[in-house]
């Protein structure tokens, strides 16, 4: 006989989520019950276009009514239970398939995936259960599924349930609320360390981190080494905690602890790796990162954060490599996370800061092109970026001419570099590629200095007019380019800046300072050196020199700025030699 | 009663060196033993004349079997061996009569001190021997070559670990470039080698002395895999040649130019030995060849603050003083720390005060051209000048960097016996540069016909006439010159001597030999400041000449102080080669001086981006900006004297200088 199977929600103004949800998951179960807890949005007329088993059911502050409300409604064999913000992610029948293959098992833990920007982390969770009177929930908050005989319970790689990216804003909106029901509950059950880990959990989110080290402490210290799924997350955050607080070596004895109680467990291993990293002990570092790498992804009931065991591990390996002075091996390492993972780009960063500071910067080019970095939409962004910062434009602008694809690319960071490396012409064809109505503010203000630059001030003024006049919000900017675009034709023609707009207008001459200092043309004749961009640069400073004690002082720290930012390059370059400069 | 000690040699052809050898130890060997392998020169004779006995022994491939021949004649109750390039030390003697009187002890190591490198500047590093034991039947070598005994008789007596007898010192001179075997001598060794390890494949000492052997004969790669081999197989922890394995196997990659193996395999003895002096600097040197200051840095402190080296490291004499410090100054200069770099030097020359580059090093610091007072200050503070040859020492180094004023001042101070040709040349090239032509003059006529250096004197004579302006002595000088048949190239630049002051405007070609004559000319003008002179006699080499020199034309007029000039021959440069990151440098330089800040921003940058592995261009860099900072302070200052906030930054940043 082939098991149905129920999907039991408890859902409240979900219209964002729902539809997805319930798409992903209408071919794998039978039945989809949902339990209404008072939307006032669309969602029930979502649902009702999956299911007419909607329910409603009054709020009374306790998540385990509800959901055991939901499972009573349910008709099926096995329930799967799930929440509006998350989704299935499984082959066709990986469900029934579980269930086929392991028939002793009744509840099962299945993965579930948090996404963060580049990666994510996995934990697990019984959500899949045979429909019957032991299994139901407990537990007003973080409520779970009551388990009497550990002998039934098994592990699922399949399917897996995906959590919907979260900003953090929006996840610690919940959190205080979350906050006062744990709190509620432990008055109740002050034992129960799950709930102490929730709540551990909730601090951290709100980085209260004293607090919060209070609990996982509790937490890691009470959660046998039988519960590994709930026991690594809250040692995994515990060390977090530490760490946030300085209180390293703690968080170290803590890994180090666990490395030698958990030998499977990929993610201390990690972490222990990067609070000796931290320290400086790089040769320590480098074999936690190994073991990390030779252990791979852990067994399923470890929580596990993606890349520890692979490419986040390898970057920290490059980069311990690379402080310990073994730069080849580093480099490779950086390779091999790149190639790992191509968005997760840090290690591109350290590539282009060691290479740019050993190699000539042609050549620096020419490395990366070599490894075909211009191709990945992504890395010839960081790339150009870091080119353009460097004060290496043209190389910038070259980075968008190594793959046919790109001809289209009009990206501030394009039109800048072409336009810093002296090739005003061709930034401004770029910008008249882009349709005018979606221009944004910071394109126009290259397109003004364009003009500027190219002689043709009449233009550049007609703009900047334009841009007082149709963009209200914009008009310090608008300012800013009068105010140069005046002076330069004229040694008088401009007047004082309002007070309440002198802070960005100031902001914008220093930037156009810096980048009219980016321009670098490969020969540098006597005569040919500077030019138009020389004169800019010079007309800025002369009106920041005259304007106000304000913009005096910017333009003294500005230097400051540039200072500090070449010794930091210095000291990245040569730290160990410090003493001789510092 | 004391005991009888017979000393005992192997020997082939050392009559050089055993006479020496057997003369440190007359007073204490009671009995010579001399095993010839074969001489055919006095050898056997020198050693009879010390009362040697010297027996013929027929070579067989097999140095346990001659030494043990040695043993069997042997009378005394214990064992001394030496070999002919080696001697005992002065203070020896006693140390190895008193270690014989001790009932309890088989035997004992002893120090032994290698000198290699250059006779008159060896280098040295200590180890550790085992050559003093009982004289006892079964107590004989074993392995055909780098035959062992010590352990032969560890296995008779259950006994692991001899006594070191620091005092008793062994000095091996062997290693000395002058000493050096031939090269067919040193394959037989290695033939020998081979054939001793394909009779014990898993004999890790002979694996690694035939790896040495390879080093020695400049088998880098060769070597460090046979190394590498021998690390594998035993623990290097465990043996008394570890340190000097992981050491032995870093080297042999830095000798095959692997500079990232050998910094790998420089961390894997590090992870075992983390206090060897001479892997720290090994890797200094790598680093600092490779540029890496930071970590050169790092790797020569450490050297230098690793606590006394057991003997048997067989570590190198100096890494713990004037050798890291040397590289630590250079380091400090590359970081535009003046101060720095002189303590280090300062340091290194009072650590080993034969270390005269260290010295050198110290003089362009201590700008003796523009500051010959406080130079000469300095150089006193240093240096012990009470001696002659300190006074002619420094006034060479000074020489040679162009301090000719300075440098005088110390040749004044050497009196007659200690001249030389060459002094005299270098003196009279100091007088005419003090504009002291007679007394000049005086000295170069001194040089005879046929000294080596006549010619040069000679055109110096010419040079002091010309600097005069004194265009018929030039003309006649020229003449004579000329007619001394030199080479074309010479010629044509003492034509252009002669004719600087004619009418005619003529351009001359000048090969690049000649040019070399005519920059050092061109260097000595500026020296005196003939701005005009030196123009002259420019506008009369053709562009052709002159066109591989710009760079070097750019920086002489630099370091004198002409920038605009130094500045236009750059630019020309440039047109042939704009990436070269030294001439954005001196350029930036220039309009820093110039006050052209915003254009010497630009060249600095630009020889960043050339080469960024320079420090020195970061600081230049760093300072201007807090530079402009600091004017652009000062004039804000004056325009807002209503915010005092502005003059305490003010003075705070004068302060930070």
Known sequence: MIPRISVAMIVRDEEANLAECLGSIKDEVDEIVIVDTGSTDQTLNIASTFTSKIYHFPWLGDFSAARNFAISKCSGQWILSLDADEKLDSEQGSIRQLIKDSPETEVFGLPLLTYTASEYERFTVMRLFRNAAEYHFVGKIHEQVVINNTNVVGIGDAPVICHKFVTRKQRNKKRWRNLQLLKRELCNDPDNYYLKYYMGVEWLGLGRYERAVDCLQTAAQSISLYQPMFRGPAVRYLVDCLTFLGRSDEALEICQNECELNPDFTDVFFEAGAILEEKGEFKQAIDYFQSAIQLGDPPLWFFHSKGTESFLACYHLGFCYEKTGLYELAENYYWQALDTNPKYTCPLYSLFLMKVTNLKSSEVFDYFNKKNSFIHDQWRATLAMLFFEVGLPELAAQCYEQSVTVSGDTSIIRIRSLLYSGCVQGALNLINRIDRASITTEIKIEEILAHILNGDCSTAKLQALDLWVNSPQQRSKAWAMLTIIARMSSSTGYSRTEKSREGEVIEIQLSIIENCLRFSPKYLGITCWGGAFKKLAKTVVDILMESSVESNMKLIDYMQGKAEKLRSMLYYKYSAARSLYL | ?657
């Open chain 2, 1 to 657: 009663m004391t005991t009888k000690i017979s000393l005992c040699m192997i020997v082939k052809n050392e009559e050089k060196n055993i006479g020496r050898c057997l003369q440190s130890v007359a007073d204490v060997a009671d009995e010579i033993i001399v095993i010839d392998t074969g001489s055919c020169d006095k050898t056997s004779q020198i050693a009879q004349t010390f009362g040697a006995k010297v027996q013929s022994f027929i070579w067989n491939d097999n140095f346990s079997d001659a030494r043990n021949a040695s043993l069997d004649l042997a009378t005394g109750e214990w064992i001394f061996f030496l070999d002919a390039d080696e001697e005992l030390s002065p203070e020896s003697g006693v140390v190895l009569r008193g270690a014989t009187e001790n009932g309890d002890v088989e035997g004992y190591f002893n120090k032994i001190v290698s000198y290699t490198g250059n006779e008159a500047y060896p280098e040295q590093s200590g180890d550790v021997v085992f050559r003093l034991f009982r004289n006892k039947p079964s107590y004989r070598f074993r392995n055909a070559i780098h035959e062992q005994i010590c352990d032969v008789i560890s296995e008779q007596n259950n006994q692991t670990s001899y006594p070191l007898l620091e005092d008793l010192v062994i000095c091996h001179y062997g290693y000395l470039e002058s000493q050096i075997q031939e090269k067919d001598k040193k394959k037989r060794n290695l033939v020998l080698l081979e054939k001793e390890l394909m009779n014990k494949p898993k004999d890790s000492l002979v694996r690694f002395h035939y790896a040495v052997e390879l080093y020695r004969m400049g088998e880098n790669l060769l070597a460090a895999k046979e190394f590498e081999k021998v690390s594998v197989a035993i623990n290097p922890q465990e043996v008394i040649y570890g340190p000097k394995l992981m050491r032995y196997t870093a080297s042999a990659y830095y000798g095959a130019q692997e500079l990232a193996t050998a910094l790998n395999a420089l961390q894997r003895g590090l992870a075992l030995f983390p206090e060897y002096a001479d892997l720290y600097h090994l890797g200094g040197a790598i680093y600092y060849e490779v540029r890496e200051y930071g970590a050169a840095y790092d790797y020569f402190q450490k050297a230098l603050h690793t606590p006394k080296q057991p003997i048997h490291y067989a570590s190198l004499y100096g890494l713990q003083g004037w050798k890291s410090y040397y590289y630590l100054g250079q380091i400090a200069e590359k970081f535009c720390n003046d101060e720095e770099a002189l303590g280090y030097y300062i340091a290194s020359f009072r650590d080993n005060s034969n270390f005269t580059a260290a010295l050198n090093r110290m003089i362009p610091i201590l700008q003796p051209r523009s500051h010959p007072d406080y130079a000469n200050y300095a150089i006193n503070k240093i240096c012990d000048l009470a001696v002659p040859q300190a006074k002619l020492l420094i006034g060479e180094l000074l020489f040679n960097h162009s301090a000719y004023g300075a440098a005088l001042g110390y040749f004044e101070g050497v009196p007659h016996e200690f001249f030389t040709s060459q002094f005299i040349l270098h003196k009279a090239v100091c007088l005419i540069q003090q504009r002291r032509s007679l007394e000049a003059i005086h000295l170069l006529d001194s040089i005879e016909d046929e000294d080596e250096l006549f010619l040069i004197a000679k055109l110096n004579k010419l040079l002091c006439f010309w600097f005069e302006g004194n265009r018929l002595r030039v003309r006649a000088m020229g003449d004579e010159l000329l007619s001394l048949r030199l080479s074309e190239e010479i010629n044509s630049v003492i034509e252009l001597l002669i004719n600087t002051y004619a009418k005619k405007k003529s351009l001359k070609f000048i090969g690049s030999d000649g040019m070399t004559l005519l920059l050092e000319i061109v260097k000595r003008t500026l020296d005196l400041g003939n701005i005009e002179l030196c123009s002259l006699l420019l506008s009369r080499v053709s562009s052709q000449s002159i066109v591989e020199h710009y760079l070097v034309l750019g920086a002489i007029f630099y370091q004198y102080g002409y920038l605009s000039l130094a500045e236009e021959y750059l630019h020309q440069h440039l047109q042939k080669n704009n990436e070269d990151a030294a001439v954005y440098f001196l350029l930036a330089e220039i309009k820093e001086g110039q006050e052209l800040y915003v254009d010497a921003i630009g060249y600095y940058q630009k020889a960043l981006h050339y080469d960024p592995k320079e420090p020195k261009y970061y600081i230049k860099l760093i300072t201007l900006y807090e530079k402009v900072r600091a004017e652009l302070l000062k004039q804000a200052a004056v325009q807002y004297p209503e915010f005092p906030i502005l003059g305490t930054l003010l003075e705070e940043a004068g302060a930070e200088k």
